[in-house]
């Protein structure tokens, strides 16, 4: 069955990292429900569809989620071609997990189109490598907000030897700073604290575990935000004297019918 609801990841915020399946998604759909930190770029490739916009945001007055995978049912049982375009990749703290689940359940096919994940992209545009031989061999994805309150096994993940990338965590430096110092990190280990990953306005603070809610603070760090916890934060794999390459030339891309 030819899927009648696409779930699709318009990555970080550039949208030069929009993937070409997503654009050709886009192009298609009849209407779009978009959350708050799509870029109003992107737009640009589904200027024939009428957009909704259901934004979910930390500490604000949100969409209910109930009401938009309803959303989606109505309109994919009118026998449009439905598109909910998230910011980051749908499967990485995106809920795409729950949504294709409920949209199956009720007999309506869908596709996940991958987006490019911010604390991917957040640490690539720092000269940030999240795996480096002899540094770190793996990555933890973590957000510090559940919707029940519980919170990550800083523990475990202070143990893991792993580059830790946390999403929504602005609300909890304290509380994790202190969590992963007590479990044993070390108090030195490089943080890197990025805002608004991949944008013309991004912001990064580079720190340490035991000085990152100061210089947060004085940094005025703001969500969105992505934390890199661990030694590769300390790597800058550009240098200062690198010349940036030219712009990529525009692709000419096709609307697909």
């Not at 259901?54 to 209910?64: D, E, I, L, Y």
């Not at 449009?80 to 009720?106: M, N, T």
């Amino acid at each position: 069955m030819n899927p009648t609801v696409w779930l699709i990841g318009a990555g970080p915020g550039d949208p030069e990292l929009l993937t070409l399946k997503a654009v050709k998604a886009l192009n298609q759909a009849d209407v779009v429900l978009i959350d708050d930190l799509v870029n109003p770029q992107v737009l640009d490739y589904c200027a024939q569809a009428r957009l909704v916009r259901v934004g979910k945001r930390g500490g604000c007055r949100s969409t209910p989620q109930a009401f938009i995978q309803r959303l989606m049912l109505r309109y994919a049982r009118q026998g449009l071609r439905v598109a909910r375009l998230k910011g980051g990749d749908p499967c990485i703290f995106g809920r795409a997990g729950e949504e294709a689940q409920w949209l199956s359940d009720h007999g309506v096919a869908c596709e996940v189109v991958n987006g490019i994940t911010a604390g991917l992209a957040a640490a690539t545009a720092c000269g940030i490598p999240l795996t480096q031989r002899g540094m770190a061999q793996g990555v933890t994805l973590i957000t510090a907000h559940s919707q029940d309150g519980t919170v990550p096994d800083w523990t475990g993940l202070a143990r893991s030897g792993t580059t830790l990338v946390v999403y929504m965590g602005v609300a909890k430096l304290h509380d994790m700073s202190s969590q992963l110092l007590a479990a044993g990190m070390a108090a030195d280990t490089p943080v890197a604290m990025i805002e608004r990953a991949s944008l013309t306005d991004q912001r990064e603070c580079r720190s340490t575990l035991a000085a990152m809610t100061r210089d947060a603070d004085a940094f005025r760090l703001r969500s969105p935000a992505v934390l890199v916890i661990g030694q590769v934060a300390a790597c800058q794999m550009f240098g200062a004297s690198d010349a940036r390459l030219p712009a990529l030339a525009e692709p000419a891309l096709r609307r697909h019918a």
